[in-house]
């Protein structure tokens, strides 16, 4: 698939796609979607990459859906274009996503934001679901991932007054993971994304897979599931080589497998 509205690049055993409309803030419109959902999937199945980069530019990460794409469209039109099922398949990625954010990430941005698996933010960061000022509320997770994330009193001022809140306030939040002076988010992602690709990619899988578990389970059925994933490493080549290299004091190497 040729790309218009992304930019993709490979290294190190990471990737980074980065959103390039820059014109309008990154908004997200059904082409961005597509190439969005297309270039995660690719890489998902690509054994040279173990961590994935989502990022934009400095002044926006992403200032939503573009409104201009949805004014005038009727409910029908919305349910049929069912532009949410893209979104889904975000959440079926097994490796781990990290959001590079500078500048706005608001709207769809902020849901794509918190849709990744970690947020490094930069001090210039906004994060925000404005859609209750123009006449609508977050249909992309907002509500419920940014409850899970900042709570209910946070969530709730957010959502019903569409204020903005800076990547310090984010990170007090527990909204994101870091954040960084602008210079650095994006050097502070890759550096992540690079530490986690030197682990074994079998057990990266894994432990994201159990750690999202918790957000759609019961503690009970979770620790079910994260026990079940635990013994199931042990079938691993990895887990063999990773506990034989720590007795013998090496460092090992691993096979994904
Ligand atoms: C379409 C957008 C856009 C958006 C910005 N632009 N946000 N176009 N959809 N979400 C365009 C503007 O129209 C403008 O284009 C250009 O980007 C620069 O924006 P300005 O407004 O001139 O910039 P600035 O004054 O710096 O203000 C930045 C801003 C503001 C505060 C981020 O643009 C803004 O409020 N944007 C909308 C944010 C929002 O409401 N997001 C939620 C969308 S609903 P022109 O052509 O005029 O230069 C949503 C629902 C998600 O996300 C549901 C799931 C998909």
Not at 26 to 42: F, R
Not at 163 to 174: Q, T
Request: aromatic share 8%.
């Amino acid at each position: 698939m040729t790309y218009t509205s992304i930019l993709t690049s490979k290294q190190d055993l990471y990737a980074i796609v980065q959103f390039n409309r820059p014109d309008v803030l990154n908004a997200i419109n059904i082409t961005l979607m597509k190439e969005l959902v297309d270039a995660l999937e690719h890489f998902d199945t690509d054994d040279e990459v173990r961590a994935i980069i989502v990022t934009g530019n400095e002044k926006a990460f992403a200032a939503g859906a573009d409104i201009k794409e949805m004014a005038n469209a009727s409910a029908m039109e919305m349910l049929l274009r069912d532009q949410f099922a893209r979104w889904d398949r975000i959440r079926k990625i097994k490796k781990p996503i990290i959001a590079a954010v500078s500048g706005f990430a608001l709207g769809g941005g902020c849901e794509l934001a918190m849709t990744c698996d970690i947020i490094i933010a930069s001090e210039s960061a906004r994060f925000g679901q404005p859609e209750i000022s123009i006449g609508v509320m977050p249909g992309a997770g907002g509500t419920q991932r940014l409850t899970r994330a900042v709570g209910k009193a946070k969530a709730m001022e957010m959502v019903l007054t569409g204020r903005m809140i800076s990547g310090e306030e984010a990170m007090r939040w527990g909204l994101v993971n870091k954040v960084v002076p602008v210079e650095y988010y994006l050097e502070e992602a890759k550096t992540l994304a690079k530490e986690i690709a030197s682990k074994p990619p079998v057990a990266v899988r894994l432990a994201k897979e159990a750690v999202l578990k918790a957000f759609d389970t019961t503690i009970e059925g979770g620790l079910e599931f994260e026990r079940k994933n635990f013994y199931l490493l042990f079938a691993s080549e990895d887990q063999k080589e990773g506990m034989k290299a720590f007795v013998e004091k090496r460092k090992a190497e691993w096979k994904g497998k």
